[in-house]
């Protein structure tokens, strides 16, 4: 039981420390970092253009512009928590597998924000302007729940003595 604690209070305070850090991230950073990539992953995704500069696209008569507040950083500290966890667990090659964290989580971040983006277009379209905060919120931790757990289950925990 005592591993346990110890994992948890890992994972805890990496999660905790990268959402400080990421939050302390001025937005020439943050732009460029975690919003443009996934911005032209969707944009490629419905073939239109991307203005670059807004880092928004058009698609199905919809504007999407991606700004700080989807830039994900949130979800890349949890999933920096997580993957501390599981090198925690693992024992071996801790040291490498703590140089490995961010550059992993950073990777997972972008693939599962750029699901999100293509998601809520039709979702977003669907619903109508009136519903759209709400239906965005839904939509898109829909997306981040189930990457996180798909990453839960392929880190397979093993059990501790």
């Known amino acids: 039981m005592r591993g346990e604690w110890k994992i948890i209070a890992v994972a805890l305070v ?33 073939g239109v253009g991307l203005d670059a500069e807004a880092i928004a696209f058009t698609a199905h008569g919809l504007t999407v512009a991606v700004t700080r507040a989807c830039a994900a950083t949130d979800f890349f500290s949890l999933v920096c928590g997580l993957l501390a966890a599981r090198f925690m667990v693992a024992r071996r090659a801790r040291v490498l597998a703590f140089a490995a964290l961010a550059p992993c989580a950073y990777l997972v971040t972008i693939a599962a924000n750029s699901l999100r983006l293509v998601a809520l277009v039709p979702v977003d379209a669907a619903f109508g302007a009136d519903a759209v905060p709400l239906v965005h919120l839904v939509a898109g931790a829909s997306v981040f729940l189930t990457v996180f757990i798909i990453l839960f289950h392929a880190l397979k925990f093993p059990r501790l003595p």
């Open 14 to 46: 990496v999660t905790l420390a990268m959402r400080a850090l990421t939050a302390l991230l001025p937005e020439s950073v943050v732009l460029p970092l975690f919003c443009m990539p996934p911005a032209r992953f969707a944009a490629f995704y419905y």
